[in-house]
């Protein structure tokens, strides 16, 4: 086509038929995308690859030669684009750059003939609220986003979709608003209410679910890189799920957007921050963080402030802000020295490049915290009824108190060894009084043996006295040259008689000692290992002291019964072994010697601590209280017990915390860490409003500026979101980026509408996703003709309803609501259900954690998919086949693709042919009586309606073929029915449940099932 013909030919921009006339050419719509993918390359904002020192991007530049506003015949630009010699022709042939199509040209040459008119970018300038259009259409002028729709629609002659049938809805927001598929109540309640209200009800219900915030929490962590491993090369597990936890709970109590975006920036920098504002700020630390020994540190610190900046600016700007590392944009007028400024907000934090786990604190997530003040109250509780008992015990108390004392003194026997030996060569003997000596020579590690009888008593304890004497070097208790000794371990057998060798070992409950060394407490003596640690006692090594062994069990000897006792000294100091000790045993329960419960009982009870008398009650009721106390006690132990486990699990989460002095922060020459020019200062970018100045420049004054009300962008990225979250397509269809490159919204002013609802609702994320709910536009029904079909295939202008394939959590839910398995526990670590045996090996085999994957059991293979533990190197594999993300970066947008892997997965992995079985028992006992009433039970569950009469006669059959096929091979109807680890109802014949299980199989592998029509 030649020139003349270009600029003479009338253009059509329109898909379908209109009476109006043809419309001025918009640079926004038209134009400028066009621009931006064939030329600012080369001459756009980018001032190191300009060429021809040509700036296409803005007017003043432009206008001359290249472009002669009205004269397209003139303008170079016209002539390069429609030339045919290579050396002319624009874009390059060797750009790699599609020459513009006869229709764009068209576009372009009509633009500078009507005057060349530039405008701003559409996202960059504030929304304004839109006039609505009169439609006519009673029923679609009801609501703002109908009559923005309609009036669009309408312009181009086209039709808009009936409703959508009941049950479709009702399906449709179930799993828009929970991620599940809705329970068969919840169907009969909707579809036996008949009132106006009935929808807008539906909605808030589903609003209200806990299921609400998981499933809308799930969005925000691929945007927010959330993972349970550091990534890189090892990939080592992190526990950050208390942050997790923070965004689902955030999400259900409706958390304003404004102050869900500060308190993941900056709620460590708010004025007094709450332990929750600082755990929301894990946000920015979800970024991979590298353990690999060798690597330069700086490097891997500015990569993750690097990582920080990106996903900011793509999660709250919508811009691809990362492409001005190296150079400036190519596209956006954002030069590298403002991406620089931009990274300054986050090039405060005290962390290292390597292992760069730090700062972290140990705080609870919001359900942990509802755990925890539970526990408190029932312990709270549990102490007034363990005082109101021992009120009630109070005038039998002191007797027993002085019981106690002198059972203490009176109960503990002397034992006299009858024979004593050592492995190494230390010279033992015995005297009358039962005290055994060491001479001779001082072997480095020792192991003395002593038998003592114990004829016809019953032994409850034994004591070990430790007694200074003038054989050892310094006249103490130890043959060391410090005095001090390790008693590593002390072992008793019974003997049924002193030469009897049919030893019986009697094992120690516990130690105690009333005075032990720092780390060498008497119960490492009796921990059952024999190694370097053990009872010592330096600091009163020349003092008698004493160790006394609990037996697990009251051990009665016979008339010639004898105790061989072991004392083993493996310590790494050399001669740490006794040089004088005693033997005692107690005949009846009484307070071991060396208790430091003791010096409590003596303290008068008014004088005592609280402590003190914990210790003096714990004491009471071990040694035989009232059933009643001990009853009230046992209350009291399991409430401590629950309330400091629930402590024990709170995780150390990574969180913000900026540098005492700041961090100097410099433009990087194309990125690179090490080659610093000259150093910039915090700022936002200057195509975007600026910082009011009385904002800090800091991460708090960022998060300001981001929610500000007239901020072209945050509003309209968040509300552009969740339109993709319900309708799959996005108004701007790039929702990651709403730069220069980004499509330009079929519906820009119903986006702008949305963006200002949002703000003016003070950000209410329920309230703006009830309103797009509440339209006709979202209740259209998604059937559509080929005609419609071929002049919309994405559905840009929402002439019917949306019709997607569910993401890879939601299908793997679904199955597991359906089966009646799903575990719907809120919160807490993340777990490990089916995986493939020896992945984690096979792709990450690295020592340690990072290389096993240790399989959960329980109600933990059934939690929702959102607390699967998500490992970047190797993502949970039967979600990755639907296209879930690694995690590694900031991902806002998810492919949809269509494989017969997904298929294979549906058809074969445990965790659904397991679901299917759990389904088919749901089928045979809550279905009714016949197979027929079964099946309909099935397809309800499945796919939220009643099925058809072709599908109910098919699946009959189906089912009858099978149970003859599993009658005839009860071993295969095994081989199926054994899939999984819950247990399956075995009163339901083999053969039935087998071939129901096989008909379940096929409903979840139904497109219908894994889609939201």
Same mark, same amino acid.
């Given at each position: ?90 874009? @390059? ?120 915030? %998981? ?59 709450? %332990?929750?504002? /600082? ?5 920015? !630390?979800?970024? @991979? ?11 891997? !610190? ?8 990106? #996903? ?136 003395? =043996? ?47 008689? =002193? ?59 016979? =008339? ?132 009011? =100045? ?19 962008? #945050? ?26 490159? &980004? ?22 994320? /329920? ?193 009858? %073929? ?23 109802? #075995?009163?339901? @014949? ?7 299980? &096989? ?15």
């Amino acid at each position: 086509m030649n020139l003349k013909a270009v600029i003479l030919t009338p253009v059509s921009r329109d898909n379908g038929p209109t009476n109006e006339p043809i419309k001025k050419v918009s640079y926004g719509a038209d134009i400028r995308p066009i621009l931006s993918d064939r030329c600012f390359q080369c001459h756009g904002p980018d001032e190191a690859s300009r060429k021809a020192d040509l700036r296409l991007d803005v007017r003043e530049s432009a206008i001359g030669s290249a472009i002669v506003s009205g004269d397209a015949g003139a303008s170079e630009v016209v002539a390069r684009i429609t030339s045919d010699d290579p050396d002319l022709q624009m874009p @390059p042939v060797d750009s790699n750059k599609k020459p513009l199509s006869s229709e764009e040209i068209e576009l372009l040459t009509q633009w500078i003939d009507e005057g060349a008119i530039y405008q701003k970018h559409w996202s960059f300038r504030p929304p304004k609220k839109p006039e609505m259009p009169d439609v006519g259409d009673a029923k679609w002028r009801q609501h703002p986003i109908d009559r923005l729709v309609f009036a669009t629609l309408k312009q181009r002659s086209w039709k808009i979709s009936p409703r959508a049938d009941r049950w479709t809805l009702l399906r449709r927001a179930t799993f828009d608003l929970t991620g599940l598929p809705p329970t068969r109540k919840q169907l009969t309640d909707f579809l036996s209410d008949d009132s106006p209200e009935a929808w807008s009800r539906a909605i808030d219900q589903l609003l209200a679910s806990p299921a609400y915030g %998981e499933h809308q929490a799930r969005y925000w962590l691929d945007a927010a890189r959330y993972a349970d491993s550091h990534g890189y090369q090892y990939d080592f597990r992190r526990d950050q799920w208390a942050w997790r936890d923070w965004v689902i709970q955030a999400y259900n109590d409706n958390k304003p957007f404004d102050e869900f975006t500060i308190e993941q920036l900056a709620g460590d920098l708010l004025p007094q921050a709450t %332990e929750q504002q /600082k755990l929301a700020t894990g946000f920015n !630390r979800n970024h @991979p963080i590298t353990v690999e020994g060798g690597v330069i540190d700086e490097e891997y !610190r500015v990569e993750y402030v690097i990582d920080r900046t990106s #996903t900011t600016g793509t999660t709250w700007l919508g811009l691809t802000v990362s492409c001005a590392r190296c150079h400036d944009h190519k596209f956006d007028p954002f030069p590298q020295r403002e991406f620089y400024e931009f990274t300054a907000f986050f090039n405060q934090v005290p962390e290292k490049g390597m292992n760069g786990f730090e700062p972290q604190a140990r705080i609870p997530s919001p359900y942990q915290v509802a755990a925890i003040e539970s526990a408190e109250h029932e312990l709270r509780e549990a102490r007034l009824l363990l005082d109101d008992a021992f009120e009630d015990w109070a005038p039998n108390v002191e007797a027993f108190e002085r019981r106690l004392l002198g059972d203490h003194n009176e109960e503990w026997q002397i034992l006299v060894p009858d024979s004593v030996s050592s492995l190494n060569g230390t010279e033992l003997s015995v005297n009358d009084h039962g005290r055994v000596f060491a001479e001779g020579a001082i072997p480095d590690q020792d192991v003395y =043996e002593v038998t003592i009888p114990v004829e016809d008593h019953t032994v409850y304890g034994i004591s070990l006295t430790a007694l200074p004497t003038s054989s050892t070097p310094t006249g103490g208790l130890g043959r060391s040259a410090n005095g001090n000794f390790v008693l590593s371990e002390l072992t008793v057998e019974y003997l049924p008689s =002193e030469r009897d060798e049919r030893a019986v070992s009697v094992p120690v409950k516990s130690a105690f000692a009333d005075y032990s060394q720092a780390g060498y407490d008497a119960a490492l003596a009796a921990d059952g290992k024999i190694d370097q640690s053990g009872w010592a006692v330096h600091g009163r090594q020349n003092e008698t002291l004493t160790a006394s062994f609990q037996l697990k069990e009251p051990l009665q000897a016979s =008339e010639r019964g004898h105790l061989r006792i072991t004392l083993h000294f493996a310590s790494q100091y050399t001669g740490h072994q006794l040089g004088c000790f005693q033997f005692a045993f107690a005949s009846k329960q009484v307070l071991p010697l060396g208790d430091a419960r003791l010096n409590a009982i003596r303290v008068p009870a008014q004088k005592r601590t609280r402590e003190q008398q914990r210790a003096v009650r714990s004491l009471m009721i071990e040694q035989g209280g009232p059933d009643f106390v001990k009853d009230a006690w046992n209350h009291l132990t399991a409430a401590q017990e629950r309330r400091d486990q629930l402590q024990a699990e709170i995780p150390k989460t990574m969180i913000m915390r900026d540098m005492e002095q700041s961090r100097g922060t410099y433009v990087l020459e194309r990125g690179e860490y090490d080659k610093r020019r000259e150093q910039v200062q915090p700022s936002t970018p200057s195509m975007l409003p600026p910082m009011p =100045e009385d904002f800090p420049r800091n991460r708090l004054g960022l998060a300001r500026w981001l929610t500000m009300p007239n901020h072209p962008l #945050t509003a309209r990225v968040a509300a552009n979101r969740i339109w993709t979250q319900l309708f799959g397509l996005g108004l701007c269809e790039t929702p990651e980026d709403f730069g220069l490159q &980004s499509s330009v919204p079929v519906h820009l002013e119903l986006l702008d509408w949305l963006a200002i609802e949002y703000v003016e609702s003070g950000w209410d994320t /329920k309230a703006l996703l009830k309103n797009i709910m509440l339209s006709e536009t979202y209740r259209q029904s998604s059937s559509v003709t080929q005609e419609s079909y071929a002049r919309d295939p994405e559905n840009r202008y929402l002439s019917r309803g949306p019709r997607m394939r569910m993401d890879a959590e939601v299908i793997r839910d679904t199955a597991l609501s359906a089966s009646g398995l799903l575990n719907r526990k809120i919160g807490g670590a993340s777990v490990f259900p089916y995986h493939p045996k020896g992945l984690w090996l096979e792709v990450n085999n690295r020592p340690g954690f990072s290389s096993k994957y240790e399989q959960d059991s329980g109600d933990k293979l059934y939690r929702r998919s959102i607390y699967t533990y998500w490992k970047r190197t190797v993502p949970p594999p039967s979600m990755a086949v639907f296209d879930a993300p690694s995690r590694e970066y900031c991902q806002i947008r998810r492919s949809r693709t269509n494989t017969p892997l997904q298929a294979f997965v549906l058809l074969h992995d445990p965790q659904f042919v397991e679901a299917a079985r759990a389904l088919a028992e749901r089928m045979l006992t809550e279905g009714g009586e016949t197979t027929e009433e079964q099946i309909r039970f099935g397809m309800e569950v499945c796919l939220g309606r009643p099925p058809t009469v072709a599908e109910l006669e098919v699946l009959l059959d189906t089912n009858s %073929e099978l149970v003859s096929m599993y009658s005839a091979s009860p071993d295969k109807a095994k081989d199926l029915l054994s899939v999984g680890e819950s247990k399956r109802d #075995t009163q339901l @014949p083999l053969s039935e449940h087998a071939a129901m299980t &096989s008909v379940a199989r096929l409903m979840l592998n139904l497109s219908e099932f894994i889609t939201k029509n």
